[in-house]
């Protein structure tokens, strides 16, 4: 049984940094092309690493969570990250979102949240997948800690901790 999680729509702020993020970039470069008299190769190349970190980024949005048969998937528009049921140590709902997290490499806000965080309240550091930060799940799989956000944080809790059980035969910590 295959059931698929959204990350649900972008919140207002996303909108509102990528929008910011976007004109930024395109005065920027649009003012080193007006004052380039004529030598415009350096225009050129902060335009096209600027279009490279915008493509990067994109290419990075988290687009669902599939829970399949003994495993979870994270699913990015490129990168898709398996999560074995059975490598499942803890699931839980995160209150208060991704508030009291950093990110150190990824993006904030620039068509979501997603990279490596820090959490500053545990010092860890923890994968972020999430479109808004609200309705956020954490996960602990392998030594690793993860956090996605869903529309159903519950739903996606319960149904990780149940077939995590089913796949061990023992519990997972909620």
Same mark, same amino acid.
């Given at each position: ?36 008299? #004529?030598? %415009?190769? $350096?225009?050129?190349? +902060?335009?096209?690493?600027? =279009?490279?970190? *915008?493509?990067?980024?994109?290419? @990075? ?50 068509? #979501?949240? %997603?990279? $490596?965080?820090?959490? +500053?309240?545990?010092?860890? =550091?923890?994968? *972020?997948?999430?479109?808004?930060? @609200? ?40």
């Amino acid at each position: 049984m295959r059931v698929t999680f959204r990350y649900g729509g972008l919140d207002g702020r996303v909108w509102w940094i990528s929008l910011v993020t976007l004109l930024v970039m395109g005065g920027v470069c649009w003012w080193l092309f007006a004052t380039a008299d #004529g030598a %415009y190769y $350096l225009a050129v190349w +902060v335009t096209m690493i600027l =279009v490279a970190l *915008v493509a990067l980024a994109l290419l @990075s949005v988290p687009r669902s969570i599939i829970l399949g048969e003994g495993v979870v998937e994270l699913r990015c528009l490129v990168e898709t990250t398996y999560l074995p049921l059975e490598s499942v140590e803890e699931v839980a709902v995160v209150e208060g979102g991704l508030s009291g997290r950093f990110p150190l490499v990824g993006c904030y806000g620039f068509w #979501g949240y %997603y990279g $490596l965080w820090l959490n +500053v309240r545990s010092l860890r =550091v923890e994968r *972020v997948y999430a479109t808004r930060r @609200s309705g956020c799940v954490a996960l602990k799989a392998g030594g690793r800690r993860y956090v996605v956000s869903c529309v159903a944080p519950e739903m996606l809790c319960e149904m990780i901790a149940r077939g995590a059980e089913e796949k061990r035969g023992s519990q997972v910590k909620a």
